[in-house]
């Protein structure tokens, strides 16, 4: 009885040591993983692209690569091109003029607490008021130092594009390659569940690109009609973030209201007014039909998920958190009316 405790036990030591060191192995190659994830998200979006070549051209399955692979470059160098500068030059702004906006908080923020003051509230409510735009300063310096690293990350990008080139000549492959391995008699299950995550993973990456481009555009181009400095680059923000579901849009309006409080810029109302239009045609309108069946989940399903997604794998983590509940929601629903049809 004593041997086998003894052996239950060093069985346990070793299936702990084995799981901590694949997640120390898992870390080391971390790097590796979000370049492998991101090139990958990029070839569910490119895919269907090709498909379409391949069908609509009658092109061999390398030229229908090589052109989809061509026209992703060509975007790239575009946006590099065309994007890129006046972001620099409004980023370079921003900074230039940063001391004036923090002053014109601080401001706002003093009258805000003489206000409360002169309502006899309690001290506790009043007094952080005159310290944040002093504590906002080091979050928005260190906010625009990790824009720059950002831009600055060639080296991934060198790889990401090297990677997506062979991912997507050999998406198809390995699909299928992976339902030969499958027995017969699981085959069509196989199939099933490669469509659900086609469905929910795929559908669900290509159609927030969209979605986020267009309430980009929209944001940018009508706080530019009213006069709103660095409407470029908070339209391009408001795009960016609105791919996190429910909390990426108010993160989003934070700058632009910040700098409204500025008497060259139109007012808090109407900047407020810009981002609840655009968010109100994202919901009713873009969200329905762009996004299918991976965002019918409960809110609070979804903001769970993006705070799991955030603590394990930061902003790649909040991305994929949606889509892949969406999966699992979607499996479950398969293997429960699977199991309650006749012929299960």
């Known amino acids: 009885m ?10 346990t030591i070793g299936l702990i040591l084995i799981i901590l060191g694949f997640l120390w192995f898992l870390k080391k190659i971390s790097w590796a993983i979000k370049i492998f994830v991101i090139s990958l998200l990029i070839v569910y979006v490119l895919f ?54 923090v002053g014109q908080l601080q401001r706002y923020m003093e009258e805000l607490s003489e206000l409360i003051h002169n309502f006899n509230l309690s001290a506790d409510l009043s007094d952080p008021f005159p310290q944040l735009s002093t504590n906002l300063q080091p979050f928005l310096e260190e906010l625009a130092s990790l824009s720059f690293s950002l831009v600055s990350s060639l080296v991934d990008i060198f790889f990401i594009i090297f990677l997506v080139f062979y991912l997507l000549y050999d998406f198809q492959n390995v699909r299928e390659a992976a339902l030969s391995m499958v027995p017969p008699y699981y085959k069509q299950t196989a ?33 530019f009609v009213l006069g709103m400095p660095y409407s470029l680059l908070l339209g391009i923000l408001a ?25 060259h810029t139109p007012s808090t109302v109407a ?40 603590q394990l794998a930061g902003i790649l983590g909040m991305i994929l958190s949606t889509p892949l509940a969406g999966i699992i929601k979607s499996l ?13």
């Open 332 to 344: 479950l629903e398969y293997f429960r009316e699977k199991k309650s049809s006749p012929a299960g």
């Open 271 to 310: 900047v407020l007014a810009v981002y609840a239009f655009v968010q109100g045609i994202d919901g009713i309108l873009l969200s329905p039909l762009l996004l299918g069946r991976a965002v019918k989940l409960k809110p609070i399903t979804v903001i769970a998920c993006l705070l799991i997604g955030q």
């Open 48 to 101: 269907p692209v090709s498909e379409y070549f391949k069908r609509r051209l009658r092109l061999s399955h390398l030229a229908s690569v090589g052109l989809t692979f061509i026209f992703f470059l060509l975007i790239i160098a575009s946006l590099l091109s065309l994007v890129i500068p006046v972001v620099q030059r409004e980023i370079q702004e921003i900074l230039r003029d940063f001391p004036f906006y």
């Open 239 to 263: 795009g960016a973030l609105n791919i996190i579901l429910y909390i990426g849009p108010y993160i989003a309006a934070i700058p632009a209201v910040l700098l409204s409080f500025s008497p």
């Open 2 to 11: 004593k041997e086998k405790s003894t052996k239950v036990l060093f069985h």
């Open 191 to 223: 199939q099933d569940i490669m469509d659900i995550v086609d469905r929910n993973f795929g559908g669900y990456i290509r159609g927030n690109i969209i979605r986020c481009g267009i309430v980009g555009l929209l944001t940018g181009f009508i706080l």
